[in-house]
Structures are given as structure tokens and as C-alpha cells.
């Protein structure tokens, strides 16, 4: 079980995974993008300013490794992902010498595949999505009357860490040693029923010493971003200037762990570090908390009933979060099931 | 005299050469089965790589267990448990633990697992205290108080590493149970003894401090390194906790950490009561903010007073606080992702051929041995063993699920 | 659960067994038994103890007694009363199931046991008596008939009011009291009667205190008519006792002798005695008092005297000696009945005082036997012709001996037999000596071999022959049957016991998991040999590393370990050595450390100190005897004994003449080679002794043979299937510290938790069971169930 151990990025060749918000339901509707955010200027700017990016993160190590997730509206898909470490070890040198040759502007030519590549499959998603008949027109649309568009990052993030570990599996049997890291490029809004896989997610990141850098693109602070930064040692960067997108990143997130300690990366100005309501999946802030029963947080103003619901049933283990003053933080929400059935 | 001749007859009538090369004989049995610690005959050469690692045949036993633990985890899920728990850890040192079964000696392997379970256990229950009981030379030392920083356990275990003298059940029982009377009725007692002695040297009478730490409802267990001691199974039965022995230095560590995550409550161990808390927000002051009191980063959400750290109490109205990710690090035990199903087992085709050509839906992993991957009954997808442990014992999320929930969330929302 | 057995033969069986599961190896047992009863034969089983060899007994005999009424009682014998209590409970329990089975009425039947008086009295006044002679005395003194008449003669008198003078019997019985509870049941009669059920012998003594009537004489009455018979070997074997109490079975019962391993040796002793200086000075005393008697009764009722005299002249076998169903069983003859002649006593012993005189030459002449200076060995019939050319006694004279002083002591109507104990066991002699002249040996010792210069004479009477003893029951009962956990070489005891068997097997136990680990250290970490041969077993090398093997399993194994020690002078000697090495200091740090010693109540004290160490987690070593009264009785189960060192082969002391003269005997008689026999005797003491720790299946224990020995394959094969079949190659041959790592993985290997289900492949329920009977009977089923079941151990000697 390895410790968190933050002395061991010997090695600078790194492993970054970026998670990018394609859900069209975020992009085709403006509401929570204010003025002037990265969000507002649209999906395309984001890539774009993904794609430089990326490149300008080959050109720093030839034996930097990408991968691109995209964080759909129904899952999330692999859009483009480097091969491993092991295998590039594995061929000659003359194949080495065949890369240098047909070098393309400084980019190992598996490394400029990157652009093209995740462009070609993200329109292969949308052709699917638009595809999939009338239905999914109509789920949008029956989805779109409702709240703001959210994400499944808990998900995307999940297996951003399934895919670390495979890599850290597979390096650690060649003898060589890669920090993974993770960007979050997050335009819409959390969704509060994603509490504890998110929670989850942070935590298991946190243990495998995997930083995780968040950008909100939209006009709301992501909370759960702020806390997966926080816990993990990442940065939490909300960019004011939407054009900036791609110097917010150049100057925050291509940089390998080793060289992130002499970087002054932007303080996070506050974390809101309130737990999810069960009932009204709104943050809250002050809660009653049944001990004995598992782990229970009840409001005070919630239903005497509502309490005793609860405590008859001491086997469902719920945490219930319910914070007095939650509707003017949180617009209400009719009550959800409970999470237990997630 | 042809008596003492008869009586010896035995030794006489087998000749020397055959007595020889019975004894080469049985010994080579003997090596073939006792002197296999290292199990060299696990290792194979990689393919890929030069490098040696565990052969196939190997890995499959382990994943085999490994699922079986994965599925019995899963089902304890749904069990109430003890969040808050305090627990004494009482470390045996002594003479017993100098002895040399383990590589290099016992004291160190015991002293890196208790170390390891100490953080192991402040992961798992982030709200809950320990404290470290030490037993030497009959005696029990209390090393460190119930408090809730790993570092300050471990670093003060790793200095008290040596052992000497005699093992004393009844002393460090009494230490333990006296500590443990004054906690809060919520919290839940326990005790985890890691036992390298065989035998117990007690001023008294064992069984009349047993008894009083039945009734103290404290839960007892042991996890011992060399055998079964009567006196230790019968503590941990009747206090209701569990009672193990290590056959190796790697089922040690199994051992102890299983006891890492919070265990089910028995009805009566506690009673339950309403706590207030808060989750104060973090927020940095300038540095010519004008602020009365501790200039924290945190602020309570009830009086907006500042705090150093958390968890703590509110300096001003006294709200106990904590952070949540403090709590949220305790739930994959209440919502544990239910085992996945054998994949070979469902498609025969796949059984059939055993190779197939899959891929992980993960980590992208191709698949080579079908009867090793598994499928989550929910979304369907096939994951490779490696994804597999791993979602269960280190992320407990389905990736494909948590996408899954999110969209179906908003169907139903809507 | 109910189950047929089947084994083809004659009708199947049902038999109703208590248990809701069935170990393999108990029908495999079952099967014997049943091929034995079916053929109306002997047999010898040995299945492993911890597998329910006695319910399994039971409730077979019991079913096929249900199945076939003709056949007649089951006698179950036992070595001790424990065990004996162990059975009947087992036996209530079978009793419950039959009755919930077929109803209360059809299963009417009757099972008690049958013990001496001193554990089934309850007269307070009698029951008191310390020791089970006086008890008897005391019982005889108040229930003897002629006490009783007397009694009754004297109310009478009382009644008349005539205060008369107390006769001198009358005085030094000190005042004729009597036992209430032996009258009330005298008077009850006919209507003295259990009901049908299983008592134990304290569920006698309430009975008996609740209706006031004697329990000894009522189970006595009560064998009879009972179904089930539990008691002590002596009861069958012993001419004496049998006699007295086995004389009324009929030839149908079925006879069971349990933990049989030493049965030889029981009957052996049953027909030796021993003859000191002490003996014969006590004779010497009673013959006087005898005399006394004598005159005294010649001047008070010469009438009686001379009654005996015609009932003598007309011979023994009209005399009727049991007559007068008084409470006094006098002395019973020694020798076999069949042997006794119905035949007129000779004249020259015919007259009281004749007869006395002939016992004092007797005795006189036995003193001057035993004055000689050498060791003298004789047999029976030279023995004879040196007494009648000395003493001018002929052996005709001395087989009678016996009955004429029976009759005598009747006729003077003694009632206290202790004071003329010596006196018989002269007459003992006598009879035995007179009656037979094959299969016996004299030994004289004028010392003890051990310590030479103290004069200690001794005159042993030694029978050789096992098969003495035990031929009567082996021709009276139709089926016989001697069970124990070590009968191996199960074909060994038919030779020695003289019968032959329908069936002998030897089982062995499924077991679930290893739970068993013998192995053979033939030496130190030093490579030198151990062993206690007599030329190397003071070596200190030897004497180091069996301490060593001692230390090392102390700071292995938890909680009690036990090791046997071949004799009490080398366990003396061996653990002084370690004290002053040292070494007995470093076992006490790891454990407390117990030792047997010949003291019945010090060893029982020491017992029961090591059970608290154990209890406590302290942990102990017991240090004991093989051959002595813990090796024999005393259980180590569970964490009691978590392992068992037996140090050296426990031969017999070789030189003993006794057992010299018995070796001869049986290679002369029997072709058993001397090295053989010393051997199998050996090895089935220590088979014994490591059987101690291992008392069920859940239960585990590691046997240690420390001795190189052990690793040849005569002696190794002599061990019973169920521990040779744990001998694996990797245990034999093992030094001390590969012995350690064994033992350190087998103890953490059963420490694991083994579940329940695991069991299940030892274990037959009731659908398992009919779907084996459904394929086909057990005999197909059995192997493939537990295919090391019940091999036929055939060692050839």
C-alpha cells in the first residue's frame, strides 16, 4: 500500500491525462457561462487551446505521454491516448533513429497524431450521439428543461485512475518510474448526486499521489474541483479572461511534478468544503449528525418525521447532509432517491 | 544378552547404505516442503521484459481469493458500523518477538505492519483515535495516548522498537480497558493485539480481567504470529472480536489490515445520539484583515469565527467541525461496489477459446487470459483483473456506473 | 438417524444411531461387527479413539439385538469407572433415540453397571470405609448370612426378654448391627426390581436410597434380567470375581472389551501372585488365629465342624458354597472352573486341623524357599516334586487348598477376610501351582534386580500364557469382541489371546484436514544420533539434545505439551542432568514445567496444576512415564496437549526373569519372536502415550518420536494405520531444528480457521447415507468415500 510520497518524482518524463468537457448539452446551451469566461467562447476555442497545448506538453519530453478523455453526456470516451512507456522501450535504436529522422516540427510523429486524432474521434462521438435517432433529440431536449447541464467527471476521473494505475502497473515491471497526472477542463456545473463517487474518486487519487488540476471554464466555482485540487496537491484555476485559456494552462499544468515545486502555480482562494445534502443534493454547511446509526447528517429544520425515518431504519446507511440555510445557497431541487440505490 | 541384541534388532536389520538413502530421501521431502518460504517455483521469466515475476498459474490463485474477499466485503456492505472508533493497538515485544521466522526477525515485519495499520486505519476512519499499547518484560507501557495523528504513532513505535522479557495479557488488557472507560457512549471500543509470544505471564488471574472487559464492551482481537494460544482465542470469542494466525509475513499484514476497515456494530456497543456539526469553509484573510482571535483559514458556518484546523471545535460557539472529506472518506465502506461477475463464466464462447481478443474498458488493457476478466452486472462492461481489484480495494467507483447513475440521475430528475 | 447396513452377507441391518452424521469409518465398523455377529464369531477392530468407537459399539449391538431377539446380553467391559460412566451415558442417549424411534414399550430394556461395593454403597456407615476392602469387610460383616440369622435369633431372644451371654463371635463382631438397606431389599424379594432404563452407578445409588434398597446387591440381582452390561474387565476375567458375578450370563451375550490394547496383561495378572517374606509372616499369624478359632468352635458347636466333614467326604461338588443367598461372597477359586475336579477332597486334609497343619508346612515350607541366596526358576511341576519331597505335601493336596479353606472359613463362620487375605493369597498360590502344570513359571528373587544388596525375596508365580484366562470367555460367548485405539498388529493379539477372529481390522480416521503430524527426530542439530538404547542413553550428547528438543518445541508450541520418558529412575535421571546443564531453566521460560511421580495424589496435584498453567495461557510441560497411570488414563485433548514428545522406546525391563520366562513361552508356544513381541509391546506404548493428545477430529496435536529407532521400519510398522499414515516421507529422519520447522508450520496451519462444510467429506448424513445404500451398499461407496479407509495392516512375525 503506497504511502503518499511526494519525494520520489526522480523522473520528469510524465504521464498527463486530461479530461475535457465535450457534453454537447454543456456546450449548445449558454446559461452558466457568464461573459468572458474560456466557456463562453465555446467548445472549439477549448480544443484548440487543448490541442496547443498538448503539443507544446510533447515538445517539453519527447517521452511525455498523453491521454484525452472526453466527458460526454453519456460516459465518458478514450479520445486519443499515447502508447505506454514499455513498448517504445522495447524497439531499437534504429527505430529510435527512424522517429528522429521524420520528425515533425520537434514532435515524435506518435505525438502529432495527437491533434487529428482527437478531433477525428470526438466528430465520430457527436456523428453517434446525433445518430442515435430522435430519442436522444428528445432526451435532450427533455433534459435540457432541467437545471443546468452537468457532467459525469466522478466518472471521467474514475477512470482516468483505472488507466494510471495500468500505467504505473506497467512501468513499475519495466523498473521505470512515471508520475500521472490529471487536468480537469470542467464547463458546467457539479452535480450534487455525484458527491461520493467524486469523493471517491479524490480520495483514490490522493492515495496514489496522483495531483489533480482543475479548471472551472464556466462562471460557477466547481466545489468538487476545488476539493479534488486541494486534496491532491493540485491547482484550482478559475480563468477570467476567456482567450487566456491556453496561457492559463501553459503556465499552470505543463509542467512535470519535479518542476511544479519552483513554480508558483495561482493560490486556490478558498475551498468549500461542505458535504452534499442527501435530500436536497444542495452543499450545506452546518449539519446534525446521527452517530451509531452509520453516518448521518440530518438538518435541523428537515422533518421531525424525516429524522425518525432515519433512525427507525438504522441498517440504510445514508448520509444525510441538509443544511438550514441550503435554499438560498442552492436553488431547490425536488428530493432525490436515495443514493444508496447509485 | 540376546535380549538386549533383540532389543536393539530393529536398528540391526536394515544396513547402513539403505538407512542412508532413506535418510537422503526424506530429506529432500522435507526440503521440498518446509523449505519453500521463498517460492522460487512462483517466478517465471517475462517475456516482454527479461524481468522475473509471479507466473500465471500463481496470479489466478490469488485472483481467485483476492474475489472471494471482494465479494464477502461486498456484502458486508450494507451493515451499520462503527465510525468513531477508539482503538487501542497493544504491540506484543516480547522475547518471543526476536525469534527469527520471518525475515529478518519478527520485530521488524511486526513493527512495519503495526506502522502501516496506523495510517492504514486514520485512512479508513478518519474520526476515530488509537493508541498504541506496548508489552515487554511483563509489563504494559502505554506508548501513546488515544489521539488521532498517524505520524506521532508511528514515529513513536519506530523508536520503541526492541523486545525483551515476558508477555503479560492481563496488563496490557487492564491498560487498554482503564484507558477506554472514559470515552463517549457513541464511540466503540477496541482493542488489537499483535501476539508474537506463546504464553502469558500474568500477576493474577486472567479470567476475572476477560470478564471485566466483556462487560466494558470492549471488542478484543488478536492477531497472532506464530500459533493458537488458548487463552487469546477464547478473550477474542468472548469479547466478540476476531482471532487469527499469520502463516507468513505477507498474511500477517493481510491479517492486521483487515482490521483497518471499521468493523459491524454490535447492537448494544454503542447508543446513538445527534451530533451538530459544521463544514467551515476555506477561505484565505489578507494579510491586513484586522482579526480578533486565531486567524485561521477555516471559518465556522454557524459564528464565522476563524480556525486553524480541522477537525477541531469552534473556538468561539464550540460547533464541533470537521471537513467533509473527512466523512466522505468513510463512505465507500456504506456504499461498497458490488462484485463483479466472472466474464468467462458468462460468455462459454470465450470459456472455450480462453483467449479472446478483449479489452479493458478501463484502462484499455488487452485481455489475455478471459477467465481472469471480470463484468460489472450494472453497465455491463468487462474489466481486466488489475482494474478489477483495483476499483474494489483502492477507488470503489465503477467508472462506467458513475457516468451511468449520472445520466439516468437526470432522467429521473427530469 | 436411521441406516441399513448391508455387507451382502445375511439380512441387512437397521441400525438407529443417535447422531444426525456418521463417521465413515463407524459403518465400516459396523459392517465388522455385523460380519462377526452374523457368524455368530470374535473379532478384533481398532479404530482410532476421537472417532466414537463406543457409541458406535452400542448402537450396532443394540440394533442387531432389536433385529434378532435370540441374541442375549451385551456385556460392555471397561478398564475404569469413567469410562464405564462415559459409556452408559452414550448408552442413555441411544436409549432416548430408540424410544423417540419405536415407541417407549418396544424398546424396553434395561442397561445398568456393575462396580464394586465401595462405589455403589450407601450404607453412610459402611460407604465411609476408606479403602475397598474394608468396605467389602464391613458390607460382609453386616449382610453375611449367619450374621443375619443370628441377628434374627438374637431379636427373638430380646423379644423373650432374656438378656443371654454374648458368644465370642458375637463379641468381636462388636454387637450385630445391620444394613437396613440390604435387609429391606432382602425382604422385598422377588418384587426388588429396576425398571426398564440405563442407570449409571450414582443413578443406582439414588434409586437405591429412594426405595432403601441395596444398589450393590439389587444391580447384582438385576444383571439377569438386563439388556446392557457395563463393568470392570475383572468382572469377566478374573476367576475370582467371575465366578461370583458372570457365572449366570447366558451363551448368547455378546461381549465387548474396550480400550483392549493391554488385555494381555490383564489376564496375566489375573492369574499371577507374588509371595514376600510379609506375605508368608501374615500367613504364618492367621494360621494361629485359624487354630484358635478352631478349638473354640470344637468346644462350642463341634456340630458344625463335623457337618463340614460329611459334606467334604461327599465331595466339593455337592457342597453348595453359594448357598445360604447371604451377602458373603467368600474367596472364589482362582483357577478356571472347567479346571476344578469334581472330586472328593483328600483325606488328609479332610479334618480342620489336619488341614491347618498342612497350610503351616505349606507356608513354613515357602519361608524356607525363600531364604535361598540365587535366583531360582522352576517349573510348576518341579516346583511339586521338590515340596513333596520336602514338605510332603503332593499337588493334589494344594489344588484344594483353595475350596478347603473357602469352606473352612465359612464353616468357622469368618466374616472379616482381611486379616486372612495372606493367608488365601497362599492357598491362591497353592491351587494355582497345584492345578496347573503348563503355561506358568516360578521365579524366585532374593533380591531386586536394581538394587542387589538389599534383601527383598520374592516367590512369583507368573502365568505366561494370556490365552489362560481368557479361553473360558472366548468358548462361553458366542461373540466376542476387544476393541481400542492401538490393536496394531491387529493380528498379534488372536495369537496372544489364543482365538480366532471372524473379523480383524484395523480403521483408520477420514480427517478433514491433517489435524495430525507425527514425526521421528533421530537427531540433534548436531547430527549425532539420539536414542535410549542402553549404551548411549547416559551419553550427555543424547541427554543434551533431547533437551534441546524440549526447549525448542517449549518456545514453539502453545499452551500444554506432555513427553514420556521410557522408565521413572531415567526421567530422574535425565531431568537432574538438565537441571544441572541448565537447560531446565530455559524450558521454565517458556513454560512451568510438571512432573509424574509414583505418588498417586502428588502426580494428581501436579495434573491438575499443569490444566490451570494451560487454562491460563502460562503454558506447562507435563513430564510422565510411559507404562505409569497418566500414559494409561489421562487425557491431553485440545490445548491440553498441543503436542507429545515420547523420548526412547518404551521397552519392558528386559531383564525381568518374568518376562524372560513369558518370551520363551511364547516362542515355544506361539513361534512369536522375542525381538518382535518386545517390540510390538514397546511401540503400543507409545502408540498409547502419543494417543493421548488427539480425542476427537476438531482437535489436533503433533506426536514427536524422539528416538532413531522409530525410523526403522519394524518398529515404525508396528504403529497403528492411523498414525503410519501420517508418516510421511518429509517427517522422518528429521534433526531438531528441521523438526522445529516442521512444528512451526503445522501449528500455524491449524491454527487457521477450518469451516464447518469442509467436514462434510467425513461425515455421512442421512440423504448421503441413502444414497449410498441406494448405489449399492457401503462396501462401493466406502472407498470412494474414504479411500485410505481400513486397510488390512498385516505385519508378518
Not at chain 3, 429 to 454: M, Q
Request: proline share 5%; charged share 25%.
Amino acid at each position: 500500500m503506497p504511502e503518499p510520497r511526494d519525494d520520489d518524482v526522480t523522473d520528469d518524463r510524465s504521464l498527463l491525462i486530461v479530461l475535457v468537457e465535450t457534453n454537447p448539452r454543456t456546450w449548445e446551451t449558454s446559461e452558466g457561462k457568464g461573459e468572458g469566461t474560456p466557456a463562453s467562447r465555446g467548445l472549439s476555442s477549448v480544443l484548440g487551446a487543448t490541442i496547443t497545448f498538448l503539443n507544446a506538453f510533447f515538445a517539453l519530453n519527447q517521452q511525455n505521454r498523453a491521454v484525452v478523455v472526453a466527458v460526454h453526456g453519456d460516459g465518458c470516451h478514450y479520445l486519443y491516448t499515447s502508447p505506454l512507456g514499455v513498448e517504445t522501450d522495447e524497439d531499437g535504436d534504429e527505430a529510435e533513429d527512424a522517429r528522429w529522422a521524420n520528425k515533425v516540427g520537434g514532435l515524435d510523429p506518435l505525438q502529432s497524431e495527437a491533434g487529428p486524432t482527437i478531433l477525428r474521434r470526438l466528430g465520430e462521438l457527436n456523428a453517434a450521439e446525433t445518430g442515435s435517432s430522435a430519442t436522444g433529440a428528445k432526451r435532450d431536449k427533455a433534459d435540457s428543461d432541467d437545471g443546468p447541464a452537468t457532467s459525469p467527471f466522478a466518472g471521467a476521473l474514475s477512470l482516468a485512475l483505472c488507466y494510471c494505475n495500468r500505467a504505473q502497473a506497467l512501468e513499475n515491471a519495466a523498473g521505470l518510474r512515471s508520475k500521472p497526472r490529471i487536468l480537469c477542463l470542467q464547463a458546467s456545473q457539479d452535480n450534487p448526486t455525484d458527491y461520493i463517487p467524486m469523493m471517491n474518486a479524490i480520495f483514490s487519487a490522493q492515495r496514489q499521489s496522483i495531483p489533480v488540476d482543475a479548471f472551472a471554464l464556466g462562471e460557477h466555482d466547481s466545489p468538487f474541483m476545488q476539493q479534488a485540487a486541494h486534496i491532491t496537491r493540485g491547482a484550482y484555476v478559475k480563468p477570467t479572461l476567456g482567450d487566456g485559456l491556453l496561457q492559463y494552462l501553459l503556465s499552470t499544468a505543463v509542467m512535470d511534478l519535479r518542476s511544479r515545486a519552483f513554480l508558483k502555480l495561482p493560490a486556490a482562494r478558498g475551498v468549500d468544503f461542505r458535504a452534499s445534502c442527501f435530500c436536497h443534493n444542495g452543499p450545506s454547511s452546518v449539519g446534525l449528525r446521527v452517530l451509531r446509526l452509520p453516518l448521518r447528517l440530518l438538518r435541523r429544520s428537515s422533518r421531525v418525521r424525516h429524522v425518525r425515518h432515519h433512525i427507525r431504519r438504522p441498517r440504510r446507511s445514508i448520509i444525510d447532509v441538509i443544511d438550514p440555510s441550503s435554499r438560498a445557497i442552492s436553488p431547490p431541487r425536488p428530493p432525490a432517491r436515495p443514493p444508496a440505490r447509485a | 544378552m540376546t535380549l538386549i541384541g533383540a532389543e536393539g534388532g530393529g536398528s540391526e536389520s536394515d544396513s547402513d547404505e539403505i538407512d542412508a538413502e532413506r535418510a537422503q530421501a526424506s530429506l529432500r521431502a522435507w526440503e521440498k516442503k518446509y523449505q519453500s518460504e521463498r517460492a522460487w517455483e512462483d517466478l517465471e521469466e517475462d517475456p516482454l521484459t527479461g524481468r522475473l515475476r509471479v507466473n500465471a498459474r500463481a496470479v489466478e490463485l490469488r485472483a481467485r481469493e483476492r474475489r472471494a474477499k471482494m465479494a464477502s466485503a461486498a456484502l458486508r456492505g450494507g451493515a451499520a458500523k462503527g465510525m468513531m472508533r477508539f482503538a487501542y493497538v497493544v504491540v506484543d515485544l516480547s522475547r518471543a518477538a526476536n525469534e527469527e521466522d520471518f525475515r529478518p526477525n519478527r520485530l521488524s515485519v511486526v513493527g512495519h505492519c503495526a506502522a502501516a495499520f496506523v495510517r492504514e486505519f486514520f485512512n479508513q476512519n478518519p474520526l476515530s483515535q488509537l493508541g498504541i499499547i506496548v508489552a515487554r518484560n511483563g509489563v504494559a507501557e502505554r506508548l501513546t495516548e488515544l489521539s488521532g495523528s498517524p505520524e506521532a504513532h508511528c514515529a513513536a513505535l519506530r523508536n520503541a522498537l526492541d523486545a525483551s522479557g515476558d508477555f503479560s495479557l492481563q496488563n496490557t488488557l487492564n491498560a487498554a480497558r482503564t484507558s477506554l472507560k472514559s470515552i463517549p457512549s457513541y464511540g466503540s471500543r477496541e482493542v488489537l493485539y499483535i501476539m508474537s509470544s506463546l504464553a502469558t505471564c500474568d500477576p493474577g488471574n486472567v479470567w476475572t480481567e476477560i470478564q471485566a472487559t466483556k462487560a466494558a464492551k470492549v471488542r478484543v482481537s488478536v492477531v497472532a504470529v506464530a500459533a493458537e494460544l488458548h487463552v487469546a482465542r477464547r478473550l477474542s470469542e468472548e469479547t466478540g472480536g476476531t482471532y487469527g494466525v499469520s502463516m507468513n509475513a505477507d498474511h500477517l499484514d493481510d491479517l492486521i489490515m483487515a482490521h483497518a476497515p471499521p468493523p459491524p456494530l454490535a447492537e448494544d456497543a454503542t447508543k446513538s445520539c445527534l451530533v451538530q456539526m459544521g463544514f467551515p469553509q476555506k477561505k484565505h484573510v489578507s494579510k491586513d484583515a484586522l482579526i480578533v482571535g486565531t486567524r485561521g483559514d477555516y471559518v465556522c458556518p454557524r459564528c464565522s469565527g476563524r480556525i486553524d484546523e480541522l477537525p477541531s471545535q469552534c473556538t468561539v460557539c464550540r460547533l464541533t467541525l470537521v471537513s467533509s472529506p473527512h466523512l466522505a472518506r468513510s463512505y465507500h465502506h456504506l456504499f461498497p461496489v458490488p462484485a463483479f461477475k466472472e466474464y468467462a463464466s458468462r460468455n462459454v464462447s470465450a470459456k472455450e477459446s480462453g483467449i479472446v481478443a478483449l479489452e479493458c474498458s478501463a484502462c484499455l488493457a488487452s485481455i489475455t487470459d478471459a477467465s481472469l476478466a471480470s463484468e460489472c452486472e450494472h453497465c455491463s462492461n468487462v474489466f481486466c483483473f488489475a482494474c478489477d481489484i483495483f476499483i474494489h480495494e483502492r477507488l470503489h467507483n465503477c467508472p462506467h456506473c458513475s457516468c451511468a447513475t449520472h445520466v439516468e440521475s437526470r432522467k429521473k430528475a427530469s | 438417524m436411521r441406516f441399513t447396513i448391508d455387507d451382502g452377507g445375511s439380512a441387512p441391518i437397521e441400525v438407529f444411531f443417535p447422531y444426525d452424521s456418521v463417521y465413515p469409518e463407524q459403518v465400516a465398523y459396523m459392517r465388522e461387527m455385523k460380519r462377526a455377529l452374523d457368524a455368530r464369531g470374535h473379532g478384533a477392530v481398532e479404530m482410532p479413539t476421537g472417532t466414537g468407537k463406543t457409541i458406535t459399539v452400542l448402537s450396532m449391538c443394540v440394533s442387531y439385538q432389536l433385529a434378532h431377539p435370540e441374541v442375549g446380553k451385551i456385556i460392555y467391559c471397561t478398564r475404569t469407572v469413567p469410562e464405564m460412566e462415559k459409556v452408559l451415558e452414550e448408552m442413555k442417549a441411544l436409549q432416548a433415540y430408540i424410544e423417540k424411534e419405536l415407541g417407549a414399550e418396544t424398546a424396553r430394556m434395561l442397561s445398568l453397571g456393575l462396580s464394586s461395593r465401595k462405589n455403589m454403597c450407601v450404607n453412610p456407615a459402611v460407604a465411609d470405609e476408606g479403602s475397598r476392602e474394608s468396605v467389602d469387610g464391613r458390607c460382609r460383616r453386616l449382610t453375611a448370612s449367619w450374621v443375619r440369622e443370628r441377628r434374627l435369633e438374637r431379636q427373638a431372644r430380646d423379644a423373650g426378654r432374656t438378656v443371654a451371654a454374648e458368644d465370642g463371635e458375637g463379641d468381636n463382631e462388636g454387637g450385630v448391627s445391620c444394613c437396613d438397606w440390604f435387609e429391606e431389599f432382602e425382604t422385598a424379594g422377588e418384587k426388588a426390581v429396576l425398571p426398564p432404563g440405563v442407570y449409571t452407578l450414582h443413578d443406582l445409588r439414588q434409586f437405591g436410597r429412594a426405595k432403601k434398597w441395596c444398589p450393590y446387591f439389587l444391580a447384582r440381582n438385576m444383571i439377569s434380567f438386563a439388556n446392557v452390561i457395563v463393568y470392570n474387565y475383572q468382572y469377566m476375567l478374573d476367576p475370582k470375581v467371575a465366578s461370583l458375578v458372570s457365572s449366570a450370563l447366558e451363551k448368547e451375550c455378546v461381549v465387548v472389551f474396550d480400550e483392549a490394547h493391554n488385555i494381555d496383561n490383564v489376564c496375566i495378572e489375573a492369574l499371577s501372585v507374588n509371595l514376600r517374606q510379609q506375605t508368608l509372616e501374615n500367613a504364618g499369624r492367621s494360621i494361629t488365629s485359624l487354630n484358635a478359632r478352631i478349638d473354640k468352635a470344637k468346644q462350642t458347636d463341634e456340630r458344625r465342624l463335623r457337618q463340614e466333614y460329611e459334606r467334604l467326604v461327599n465331595g466339593l461338588a455337592q457342597q453348595g458354597v453359594l448357598a445360604r443367598g447371604g451377602g458373603e461372597d467368600m474367596l472364589m477359586n482362582p483357577v478356571i472352573p472347567d479346571d476344578i475336579l469334581r472330586e472328593a477332597v483328600p483325606g488328609n486334609i479332610r479334618r480342620a486341623e489336619h488341614f491347618v497343619a498342612v497350610l503351616k508346612r505349606f507356608v513354613e515350607y515357602l519361608k524356607f524357599r525363600l531364604q535361598s541366596t540365587q535366583v531360582e526358576q522352576e517349573t510348576p511341576t518341579a516346583f511339586l516334586q521338590h515340596c513333596a519331597a520336602n514338605a510332603g505335601i503332593d499337588g493334589k493336596t494344594l489344588k484344594f487348598c483353595y475350596d478347603r479353606l473357602t469352606s473352612l472359613l465359612k464353616t468357622l463362620e469368618v466374616v472379616d477376610m482381611d486379616e486372612y487375605n495372606a493367608l488365601s493369597l497362599v492357598a491362591n498360590f497353592a491351587a494355582l501351582v497345584g492345578t496347573y502344570s503348563k503355561g506358568f513359571a516360578l521365579i524366585l528373587e532374593p533380591y531386586d534386580e536394581r538394587y542387589p544388596n538389599i534383601p527383598d525375596p520374592v516367590l512369583q508365580l507368573a502365568c505366561l500364557d494370556a490365552s489362560l484366562a481368557i479361553k473360558p470367555v472366548f468358548e462361553r460367548f458366542q461373540s466376542v469382541f476387544i476393541t481400542s485405539g492401538t490393536l496394531s498388529p491387529i493380528d498379534l493379539y488372536p495369537k496372544l489371546l489364543g482365538f480366532n477372529p471372524v473379523c480383524a481390522k484395523s480403521l483408520e480416521m477420514t480427517l478433514t484436514r491433517e489435524c495430525l503430524c507425527p514425526m521421528v527426530i533421530t537427531r540433534g542439530a548436531d547430527q549425532q544420533a539420539v536414542s535410549t538404547k542402553f549404551d548411549v542413553r547416559d551419553d550427555p550428547n543424547v541427554i543434551q539434545n533431547y533437551g534441546r528438543i524440549l526447549v525448542g518445541l517449549a518456545q514453539t508450541v502453545p499452551d500444554g505439551i506432555v513427553a514420556f520418558f521410557v522408565s521413572y529412575s531415567y526421567m530422574e535421571n535425565i531431568v537432574s542432568k538438565w537441571h544441572e546443564t541448565g537447560i531446565l531453566r530455559e524450558i521454565m521460560q517458556h513454560k512451568l514445567v510438571f512432573i509424574e511421580t509414583t505418588d498417586v495424589v502428588e502426580t494428581s496435584l501436579a495434573l491438575d496444576n499443569y490444566r490451570r498453567a494451560c487454562n491460563c495461557g502460562r503454558g506447562a510441560i507435563f513430564l510422565s512415564v510411559a507404562r505409569g497411570k497418566v500414559a494409561e488414563g489421562i487425557d491431553f485433548d485440545r490445548h491440553y496437549g498441543r503436542a507429545v514428545v515420547m523420548y526412547g522406546v518404551p521397552y519392558q525391563y528386559t531383564l525381568s526373569r518374568i518376562l524372560r520366562a513369558r518370551l520363551e513361552y511364547l516362542r515355544e508356544t506361539f513361534q512369536i519372536k522375542e525381538s518382535d513381541f518386545l517390540a510390538f509391546d514397546a511401540v503400543r506404548q507409545a502408540a498409547q502415550c502419543v494417543g493421548r493428545v488427539i480425542r476427537s477430529k476438531k482437535d489436533y496435536g503433533l506426536m514427536v518420536f524422539a528416538d532413531k529407532r522409530y525410523n526403522s521400519q519394524d518398529k515404525r510398522g508396528k504403529l497403528p494405520g492411523w498414525i503410519t499414515s501420517h508418516l510421511h516421507e518429509e517427517v522422518l529422519n528429521l534433526s531438531t531444528d528441521m523438526a522445529m520447522q516442521v512444528a512451526r508450520t503445522f501449528m500455524r496451519s491449524m491454527s487457521q480457521p477450518f469451516s464447518h462444510d469442509d467436514s462434510k467429506k467425513s461425515l455421512f448424513d442421512q440423504e448421503m447415507l441413502n444414497r449410498l445404500a441406494a448405489e449399492g451398499g457401503y462396501r462401493e461407496a466406502l472407498p470412494a468415500q474414504a479411500r485410505k479407509l481400513a486397510p488390512e495392516i498385516m505385519m508378518h512375525i
